[in-house]
């Protein structure tokens, strides 16, 4: 029995693979968030997606965008005398 998850060598060879749009659920597969995340920033207006027939679909250039637009992380380095 094959298991339908893909695993972690697949979604590097799937992210490797040069495409011009995605599915909302390719994203979540690559760590782009939830399904309800990536909703949430379409209809925030943050992320841009288009409907081709049922399916909603990001363009890598909107998705590039998006991306771009992300808060810089902010990381502090753990405090050694703390313990």
């Known amino acids: 029995m094959t298991s339908t998850v893909p695993n972690q060598r697949q ?31 379409i209809a925030e207006g943050r992320l841009r997606a288009v409907k081709r027939g049922r399916r909603t679909i990001v363009l890598v250039d909107d998705l590039n965008k998006w991306l771009d637009k992300l808060p810089e992380a902010e ?9």
């Open 11 to 41: 979604l590097a060879v799937k992210a490797l693979t040069l495409k011009q749009a995605y599915q909302l659920s390719e994203l979540t597969e690559l760590g782009h968030g939830s399904r309800s995340y990536l909703y949430v920033e």
């Open 75 to 83: 990381i502090t380095p753990p405090n050694k005398d703390a313990a």
